[in-house]
């Protein structure tokens, strides 16, 4: 039997992604397992779960590395540690820089709660409601050098209601990212996603 895919988390605050990851890889029939849990906040929830569930939960203070390539390479180093295969970005609070995105190329996935392209960046549910969209949702994609501008895998929409804050919305739009990541994981790890130019080429 094939082993399963060795995956990498980084993430940086309440870990619920993270979670949703670890909660599919213990079904059986799931192809991959979380290898490593890497932080950039030594108080991250995501950490104390790892720990929780029997990962390895390492922090990683930016503060003791010179520069964001430094700090990137350090990453690098702990994921090649643990044999990752493919890295997920859950709530990572840092921007990765150009030399790390050249190494894992093809191999890093991001999670964001908007339709990309629309409302990349921080704070897209606000952005969501200050444009007045109808329909928002959650876009899981591979990372590139931009801010949530990679090639998308899998996106699903989400209504705004008439009456809804930055929380209700969030808070929808979560429950589907929870549902999307583990389903692009999986797709990953059983070499049905391929990246040709900008689009992924989704083999169902």
């Known amino acids: 039997m094939k082993?399963?895919?060795?995956?990498?988390?980084?993430?940086s605050g309440r870990g619920?992604?993270?979670?949703?990851?670890l909660d599919a890889s213990a079904r059986a029939?799931?192809?991959a397992r979380v290898a490593v849990v890497v932080s950039d906040r030594e108080g991250a929830r995501a950490l104390k779960i790892a720990a929780e569930r029997g990962v390895p939960a390492v922090f990683l203070n930016p503060k003791d590395f010179g520069d964001r390539e430094a700090y990137d390479a350090a990453i690098t180093k702990v994921l090649e540690a643990h044999q990752v295969g493919l890295v997920c970005l859950a709530g990572f609070m840092r921007i990765l820089g150009p030399a790390f995105v050249r190494a894992w190329r093809g191999r890093v996935m991001n999670i964001h709660p908007s339709?990309?392209?629309?409302?990349?960046?921080?704070n897209a549910q606000r952005q969501a409601l200050d444009h007045g969209v109808k329909i928002s949702g959650a876009t899981?994609?591979?990372?590139d050098e931009g801010v949530d501008t990679g090639p998308i895998i899998l996106q699903?929409?989400?209504p705004v209601q008439p009456d809804d804050s930055e929380e209700t919305l969030a808070a929808?739009?979560?429950a589907e990212e929870h549902r999307l990541y583990p389903q692009a994981v999986r797709l990953f790890a059983?070499?049905?996603l391929r990246i040709v130019g900008s689009r992924v080429i989704v083999e169902w």
């Open 3 to 11: 082993e399963p895919l060795r995956v990498g988390v980084l993430a």
């Open 172 to 174: 929808r739009i979560l």
């Open 140 to 143: 899981v994609h591979f990372v």
């Open 16 to 21: 619920s992604n993270l979670q949703a990851i």
């Open 29 to 31: 029939d799931f192809p």
């Open 115 to 122: 339709l990309l392209p629309a409302f990349p960046g921080l």
């Open 156 to 158: 699903s929409s989400v």
């Open 190 to 192: 059983e070499g049905r």
